[in-house]
């Protein structure tokens, strides 16, 4: 496939179960933590952007804000995050029009920019065949961006993974894309790291990246 668009996936369908409230309601710069993802990826050039939702899924709703996305809801998303993955790409393949591929959010690293996003785009679109991961001081992380031909893949994996086994089978394909500053891709899972994110919060939320 030569032409198309690139989309964007935000999964926001977790349990938050390791830090028993829910990590994408949390206060952050007067906002729920959601908000952030979502409107980076609305705010990239991805086209179209959908939103996956599942725990809670009401409450995460309303705390969204408005934009250009389509919403998804994972009723299994217990099971994990490749039901939410599923659940993307099953609402990616209901639009129409041609795509190259689409990069996979997650909700929980509010710090992740458009222009972060609009990295991954820039490098798919000059190899829409690889898969590109952003990585923050060597580490290899989200997001990701997965070409078209690996979305059957993607809809068959299980359990609690966005995609490591698809990539793991094609170690080939892979890319990654330096991100130099490793707090860009900090995820809130832990109590320790949503108190970090919030010292860290002024810095770079008045940043550009």
């Not at 952030?36 to 809670?56: F, I, M, N, R, T």
């Not at 690996?150 to 994996?157: A, G, M, N, R, S």
């Not at 698809?166 to 490793?182: M, N």
Request: hydrophobic content about 40%; some cysteine; proline content about 7%.
């Amino acid at each position: 496939m030569k032409n198309g668009t690139i989309a964007a996936i935000v999964l926001a369908a977790g349990r938050s179960s390791r830090m028993g409230r829910h990590k994408l309601l949390l206060p952050l710069g007067g906002r729920p933590i959601v908000s952030y993802a979502v409107e980076a990826a609305c705010a990239s050039s991805a086209d179209p952007v959908c939103v996956v939702l599942g725990y809670q899924a009401p409450e995460v709703e309303a705390a969204l804000p408005s934009g250009r996305y389509r919403i998804g809801v994972n009723p299994n998303f217990a099971s994990g995050m490749a039901s939410s993955l599923r659940v993307g790409l099953e609402t990616l393949m209901t639009l129409a029009g041609p795509r190259l591929g689409a990069v996979i959010l997650l909700a929980d690293q509010p710090l992740v920019s458009s222009g972060l996003i609009n990295r991954l785009l820039v490098s798919a679109i000059a190899s829409p065949e690889a898969i590109i991961a952003a990585t923050y001081g060597g580490q290899r992380s989200t997001p990701v961006y997965f070409p078209h031909a690996l979305f059957q893949e993607l809809l068959q994996i299980t359990g609690d993974e966005g995609g490591r086994s698809v990539i793991a089978r094609h170690p080939d394909l892979l890319k990654l894309e330096p991100i130099e500053e490793h707090p860009r891709g900090l995820d809130v899972d832990r109590e320790e790291e949503y108190e970090q994110l919030l010292a860290q919060w002024d810095h770079y939320s008045t940043k550009p990246g």
